[in-house]
């Protein structure tokens, strides 16, 4: 068999202020035919997978790009255009092909083209035709529109939120691929729209029981290859977001038919109760100084650069700042500027800086301190999984017992490695300020005594209900009570 694998995603905010050119994605990841590197990232799994099954099977492996950029604003038509047609020439050049295998996000927005991943899909289905082999590993927060449905034959979606099984859902798609490319299955999706719009944490009650029953019903049920839950993803202002579930099964259409609706409509009667609690930033900041024992972690949780919002909002800063808070580390303040004059400076230099809170309004206030300058990091990583995340060349400042953490490129707090790639032990702090939604959860739960989700300024439309939406559909929940 011959199987040609590539990656294109990233996640569109499609209110966030920060463009993607083709800079964005060499930052992250950009590599060309055979260079990905043996690491995963989070959307090119299928990649690192496809080498290991079909080197055991003795099949050929066609790589093409493997191109992944941090969530921000809309990407530059060009940039996609240039990415998308990269990919397909090297398909075209492959060619013939058994399969196509493809590591995606589902929420990607480009000037001119709301629906990305459609396009590709469909171009893709154009080259190698109605009877070759297309299927694709999804994010959850992400459209799954009609189109790209058409042109695929399966998508298998992450289950987790925080998605620490990206590698593990990567070996479903190819357990399923290769089950078909072998004859032994002929695997048929059935989409059912669950008309809602919500944020589906798996690390809490109900979405972690609900979860397990999906893993559960792809043991029990008969011809059931794969159920998944599409949260969608409402930062992104497209004609098809919402939540869906997938269920593929092998040629009983029928049969997966129903369990999705039944699934789906499970989903729907939970609505509204799966979001953890939320505290503003006053109640936070008295929740972590009246604390015993550290550290306590504050997530900002709609500052999260893995939303597309910048990662430099000062809100809860600025009330530690405030109120003389001590023995507090931050990571990160994503500032570019900043982190270019502490490089030049130096470590050990003492020196006054201003940083953060430039990127849009409502996002706090810029930070003015006479800071010292502990430690610089060219390149700088973080672990997440089976992964690393780049957050590019990094500044550790201090001053009046607090610890910053200033990064030239975008990345979420993924894990407490963050800080001890910068030199700071993040045990010893007693309050740990992050900026993630839920991604942080499994690595930062091990070593926090307490955690509170913090929702602080407006980086991010996190009320679907009153979010102005120009191109999103308005008969879903929650922007109406009943939409059935």
Excluded at 292 to 301: E, F, H, L, N, Q
Excluded at 434 to 460: L, M, Q, W
Aim: aromatic share 8%; hydrophobic share 45%.
């Amino acid at each position: 068999m011959r199987v040609f694998t590539a990656a294109l995603a990233t996640e569109t905010n499609t209110f966030s202020p920060i463009a993607i050119d083709k800079r964005a994605f060499e930052a992250s990841l950009y590599a060309k035919p055979g260079e990905h590197p043996a690491t995963p990232t989070l959307c090119s799994a299928p990649i690192t997978v496809g080498r290991e099954v079909c080197t055991q099977l003795g099949w050929t492996l066609i790589e093409g790009s493997a191109s992944w950029a941090d969530p921000a604003g809309l990407v530059a038509r060009t940039t996609y255009e240039d990415l998308r047609d990269e990919i397909l020439e090297q398909l075209r050049v492959a060619m013939p092909v058994d399969g196509v295998v493809l590591g995606l996000h589902g929420a990607m927005v480009a000037q001119g083209y709301d629906d990305v991943e459609g396009d590709l899909l469909a171009r893709v289905r154009e080259i190698v035709g109605p009877n070759v082999l297309v299927c694709a590993e999804l994010d959850p927060h992400s459209h799954l529109t009609a189109k790209r449905v058409a042109a695929a034959n399966f998508f298998v979606v992450f289950k987790e939120f925080p998605h620490i099984d990206f590698v593990d859902r990567a070996r479903d798609l190819w357990s399923i691929a290769v089950r078909t490319l072998k004859g032994e299955i002929k695997p048929v999706m059935s989409v059912f729209d669950c008309r809602m719009i919500d944020v589906f944490p798996t690390s809490k009650e109900p979405m972690r029981s609900f979860v397990d029953r999906l893993y559960g019903l792809e043991k029990s049920e008969a011809g059931v290859l794969s159920l998944s839950v599409v949260h969608g993803f409402m930062a992104g202002d497209v004609p098809e977001m919402g939540t869906k579930v997938i269920a593929v099964t092998d040629n009983q259409p029928e049969t997966g038919a129903a369990l999705a609706e039944r699934l789906g409509r499970e989903l729907f009667a939970m609505r509204g109760t799966f979001m953890v609690a939320q505290v503003d930033e006053h109640v936070a900041v008295d929740v972590a100084v009246a604390a015993t024992k550290g550290p306590v972690v504050i997530a900002d949780v709609w500052d999260n650069p893995g939303g597309g919002p910048a990662g430099d909002a000062t809100v809860i800063l600025g009330e530690l700042i405030a109120r003389g808070v001590t023995d507090v580390a931050v990571g990160t303040i994503w500032d570019p500027i900043a982190v270019q004059i502490c490089m030049a400076a130096g470590e050990g230099a003492e020196i006054a800086l201003r940083f953060g809170a430039k990127s849009a309004p409502d996002t706090g206030m810029p930070i003015d301190k006479i800071v010292t300058v502990r430690k610089l990091v060219p390149n700088a990583e973080m672990r997440f999984g089976e992964s690393f995340a780049p957050f590019g060349d990094a500044a550790w400042i201090s001053f009046d017992g607090i610890d910053v953490i200033l990064n030239s490129t975008r990345a979420q707090s993924f894990d407490p490695s963050l800080f001890s790639a910068m030199g700071i032990e993040p045990t010893s702090r007693k309050i740990l300020l992050i900026k993630s939604t839920n991604h942080f959860y499994d690595s930062f739960s091990r070593i926090a005594s307490e955690i509170v989700y913090c929702s602080a300024g407006k980086p991010y439309p996190n009320s679907p209900a009153t979010t102005p939406y120009r191109k999103a559909r308005r008969d879903i929940w929650p922007m109406v009570e009943n939409p059935w």
